[in-house]
């Protein structure tokens, strides 16, 4: 598949700046699969389609304030820092702006007792920094100087509320510099009303990085490579999501990251195998999901890997259609926007 073939045109007003009022009252696209039909209704008619004995797949990711601003010593030049992957207890991969200004051997004074200095550069245009904290606990420092991660996309700075709105109701372990957008439509009070149903929601965690949304820049697009990003699928979860399958329930994940984690954890026979460790999964057409049956996603960018992992599930020229027929009827898409569901 071509690059070429995955774009489209999107008014820059259907871009959210700010997430719905209410998560669960944002709009929700069906694609019906077998019958080629959508629907158009809100987020909370979810639960009609979720039958008992389904299971209801969750990142539990936790996006943590990565962005943070510093002054290179002996200089008075601000530094903007992206901490993108944690390599040790102290050292770190980060995104520098301007980065014409760092180079290695630099320091970096973020607070009067809490600084960093320029390691070594990474290929992919980022440097490796070490943090000097002082026996502090790190995460706990990075919420009081940190800012949310919202992507570029947003044409705002984060504020306060940012900090609970780019973030799901069921987020737990700290790890992602990107929300799993997906998830951000849940409420407590809808993942209750979903689980007397007698659906099983089962956890999984897949730290969101900014692999996930690299552009690609090869006209073919298998040849894109991903970065990895850490997942794991407990012996508990994996339990419940073969249980689900021998049972004849449906799969269905929340967002794609859910979905990468799933499918890395694929094993011969259609079933998943328990495991941690880091994910360059790369799903683009042709892929034949092995662990999925269902797929509940935000809109996403065009020409993106998360664009192409839809694409996989409901056909290329299905999701244009419906990117369109959305784009009409006033969704508003990415990270705050509204939904699909693929089923």
């Given amino acids: 598949m071509k690059l070429s073939e995955i774009k489209y045109d999107l008014p820059e007003d259907r871009i959210a ?3 719905s009022p209410v998560r669960d009252e944002s709009k929700l696209l069906v694609i019906n699969r077998s019958t080629g039909q959508n629907e158009h209704l809100i987020f909370k008619d979810i639960i009609n389609y979720l039958q008992p004995g389904d299971g209801l797949v969750i990142n539990e990711t936790k996006v943590f304030p990565a962005r943070i601003f510093g002054k290179k010593e002996n200089a008075d030049v601000e530094i903007e820092l992206l901490l993108l992957r944690q390599l040790d207890s102290s050292m770190w991969e980060v995104l520098v702006k301007p980065a014409r200004k760092i180079r290695i051997g630099n320091r970096i004074q973020l607070t009067e007792d809490f600084g960093c200095e320029i390691i070594d550069n990474t290929s992919s245009g980022g440097r490796v920094v070490k943090f000097d904290h002082n026996g502090h606990d790190f995460f706990k420092l990075l919420e009081q100087i940190g800012r949310s991660p919202l992507p570029p996309y947003i044409n705002r700075e984060a504020d306060e509320n940012d900090r609970v709105n780019y973030q799901t109701v069921y987020a737990r372990e700290v790890g992602a510099v990107a929300a799993p957008t997906a998830g951000l439509h849940f409420t407590h009070e809808l993942l209750e009303q979903i689980e007397a149903r007698g659906v099983h929601i089962i956890p999984v965690v897949l730290h969101v990085g900014l692999g996930t949304f690299r552009p690609i820049q090869v006209e073919e697009v298998s040849r894109h490579q991903m970065e990895s990003e850490f997942y794991r699928l407990t012996e508990e979860s994996a339990r419940k999501i073969n249980q689900v399958k ?10 794609t990251t859910s979905v990468r984690a799933l499918e890395t954890c694929a094993t011969a026979d259609n079933h998943v195998k328990a495991g941690e460790g880091w994910t ?13 049956d269902s797929l509940i996603t935000n809109f996403h960018l065009s020409g993106s890997t998360l664009f192409l ?11 244009l259609a419906a990117y369109r027929e959305a784009i009409a009827d006033n969704y508003r898409f990415f990270s705050y926007g509204d939904a699909m569901f693929i089923r």
């Fill in 246 to 255: 021998d049972s004849g329930g449906k799969i269905i994940a929340v967002g």
């Fill in 280 to 292: 360059n999964k790369f799903i683009h057409p042709p892929y034949e999901f092995k662990i999925i």
């Fill in 17 to 19: 700046q700010y997430p």
């Fill in 309 to 319: 992992l839809v694409s996989a599930l409901a056909g290329k020229d299905r999701i």
